[in-house]
């Protein structure tokens, strides 16, 4: 599971400046397009369970805005995966409808920024 695997990763990127992060998660989707294309194409599957990188780059996506605490951690996974897992609309017209690297890359873009959207209302209105 690659949302699990990117903890150590965003715990990490949590001592970086808010700029730094949002350039190396920039930075990190805009590749993970032509690494996804190039898995997809490697394997002969399209979205393959061992292609992660999305997942990594959707959980740096949900944390982008908010202070890193192991309540936050907890609460932007869950938000994540419920988001990457349930797909609502449109993350599962997109999922549908767009193909090869960014079609791998776009559902998870936006399961992040969903998470990251609730997660920031939470942290910030002080519910958690």
Same mark, same amino acid.
């Given at each position: 599971?690659?949302?699990?695997?990117?903890?150590?990763?965003?715990?990490?990127?949590?001592?970086?400046?808010?700029?730094?992060?949002?350039?190396?998660?920039?930075?990190? #989707?805009?590749?993970?397009? @032509?690494?996804?294309?190039?898995?997809?194409? %490697?394997?002969? /599957? =399209?979205?393959?369970? +061992? &292609?992660?990188?999305?997942?990594?780059?959707?959980?740096?996506?949900?944390?982008?805005?908010?202070?890193?605490?192991?309540?936050?951690?907890?609460?932007?996974?869950?938000?994540?995966? #419920?988001?990457?897992?349930? @797909?609502?609309?449109?993350?599962?017209?997109? %999922?549908?409808? /767009? =193909?090869?690297?960014? +079609? &791998?890359?776009?559902?998870?873009?936006?399961?992040?920024?969903?998470?990251?959207?609730?997660?920031?209302?939470?942290?910030?209105?002080?519910?958690?």
């Amino acid at each position: 599971m690659g949302s699990l695997a990117a903890i150590p990763l965003i715990w990490g990127m949590s001592y970086l400046s808010s700029g730094s992060y949002v350039v190396l998660t920039i930075a990190a #989707f805009l590749g993970g397009i @032509k690494i996804c294309e190039v898995a997809t194409r %490697d394997l002969g /599957v =399209h979205d393959h369970g +061992g &292609i992660v990188w999305d997942e990594i780059v959707g959980m740096m996506i949900a944390f982008v805005f908010v202070p890193l605490n192991p309540t936050s951690l907890i609460i932007g996974f869950l938000l994540f995966r #419920f988001f990457d897992i349930l @797909k609502p609309w449109p993350i599962s017209e997109l %999922d549908r409808n /767009v =193909h090869g690297g960014l +079609g &791998i890359m776009v559902d998870d873009l936006l399961a992040g920024l969903f998470s990251a959207l609730l997660l920031g209302l939470l942290v910030f209105s002080s519910i958690i």
